[in-house]
């Protein structure tokens, strides 16, 4: 048996993002937009695209053993997994980067005025957000009565 109390239905309930004039932003904050592609799609994509960046790392590392060049990273080089791995790796990497482009010049945010009830569209970056604790000190179930009627 459990000898500690359930916790308290209000207090486990999250509180929206506002910014410090108090209007609450509405969908997604950009990490929430980018982190599933960057997590899931994009290593797929690098998996499928790996041999022409291992075989990229191959014909870098033949240059450089023709040069004369034959020390620990040329050494490394030498399994196809360790060139397949790695190409994997720098191309997740390239698009990782090349999505967070889109997304960070593309940005609309949409702010919610609670008391005039209206939705404002700004292009750009959000603004500031209040202090956490600003945030959390009333509770969700009032601010949405207070929006919805």
Do not use: N
Request: proline content about 9%; some cysteine; charged content about 20%.
């Amino acid at each position: 048996m459990s000898t500690t109390p359930p916790p308290d239905p209000a207090a486990t309930v999250p509180a929206p993002r506002r910014t410090r004039g108090g209007e609450v932003l509405v969908g997604p904050s950009v990490r929430g937009r980018y982190l599933p592609g960057a997590l899931i799609g994009l290593p797929l994509v690098s998996l499928l695209l790996s041999p022409f960046a291992g075989a990229g790392f191959q014909q870098w590392r033949i240059s450089r053993l023709r040069d004369g060049h034959d020390g620990l990273l040329e050494q490394l080089l030498s399994p196809a997994w360790t060139r397949l791995l790695l190409g994997a790796l720098a191309l997740w990497a390239l698009f990782a980067l090349w999505a967070l482009v889109p997304l960070l010049l593309t940005r609309t945010v949409v702010l919610l005025d609670e008391q005039s009830r209206t939705l404002r569209l700004r292009k750009g970056r959000a603004p500031a957000t209040a202090p956490r604790s600003a945030r959390s000190s009333t509770r969700w179930g009032r601010r949405c009565a207070a929006v919805s009627g």
